[in-house]
């Protein structure tokens, strides 16, 4: 069963667009939602998260938007900058954190 | 302070061999959690130790299985390899998830698995 669905699988954005990452999730019990980014032959790291009391948080150019209501949210990379290919996970905990299938983004120089 | 480490980093196994993958969390991080990682699957949830125990598990096999140390140590076990199991095998270290604490998990940097 998955809990949290991401989608795109894979995207491609022009240098200075903005790249965007969209996440639904089924459980009402999740109460953090962190993005995670993770560049080729590393681990994921912690990029941005967010809590279900608020509708948006940003951070340099990294946005979460988040839908309670529609059980949705979403990360939107401003200026989107060749160094910002990497795979993008969205993840929900309430005890332990459950993942997203990942997105590949890849900016075009 | 050094990251988690994660060793071997690679290995190639055959059909019903088993394996043991060891994960060395940052000092002062109590729980530890263990991840499967495929192209097709994302990160999937293996199981969480926090002090020796058993926390949280995931939606594997039997033939997955794992332990904590003492010294906050983990090691998983998989027996009866199958070729499904290639994959990266993520640990990721943390304060364990409770009121107030969101968690964060820092992963080190897997041990591919190959099987054959």
């Known amino acids: 069963q998955q809990q949290v669905k991401q989608s795109p699988q894979s995207l491609i954005v022009q240098k200075g667009g903005i790249s965007i990452i969209n996440c639904a999730y089924e459980?009402?019990?999740?109460?953090?939602f962190p993005w995670y980014q993770q560049f080729p032959g590393k681990g994921p790291a912690l990029l941005i998260a967010?809590?279900?009391?608020?509708s948006e948080k940003k951070e340099g150019r990294f946005t979460i938007s988040f839908n309670k209501s529609a059980k949705q949210f979403s990360l939107h990379i401003m200026d989107s900058q060749p160094g910002d290919s990497a795979t993008y996970f969205c993840?929900?905990?309430?005890?332990?954190?459950?993942f997203g299938k990942g997105t590949r983004l890849h900016i075009l120089p | 302070k050094a990251g988690v480490t994660q060793t071997p980093r690679y290995l190639i196994k055959t059909r019903g061999q088993q394996v043991t993958l060891s994960c060395s969390p940052i000092?002062?991080?109590?729980?530890v959690s263990w991840y499967q990682q495929t192209p097709g699957q994302g990160l999937q949830f293996l199981f969480e130790?926090?002090?020796?125990?058993?926390?949280n598990k995931g939606n594997f096999p039997g033939r997955f299985s794992g332990r904590q140390f003492s010294n906050s140590r983990s090691e998983m076990n998989v027996s009866t390899l199958e070729l499904g199991d290639s994959a990266l095998y993520l640990c990721?270290?943390?304060?364990?998830?409770?009121?107030?604490?969101?968690?964060?998990?820092?992963f080190g940097e897997g041990s591919r698995l190959t099987v054959l």
């Open positions: 990721a270290s943390s304060f364990p998830r409770m009121r107030g604490n969101t968690g964060e998990l820092f």
């Open positions: 967010i809590r279900p009391d608020v």
């Open positions: 000092s002062g991080h109590r729980s």
């Open positions: 459980n009402t019990a999740f109460d953090y």
């Open positions: 993840a929900a905990s309430e005890d332990k954190i459950i």
């Open positions: 130790y926090f002090s020796e125990t058993q926390r």
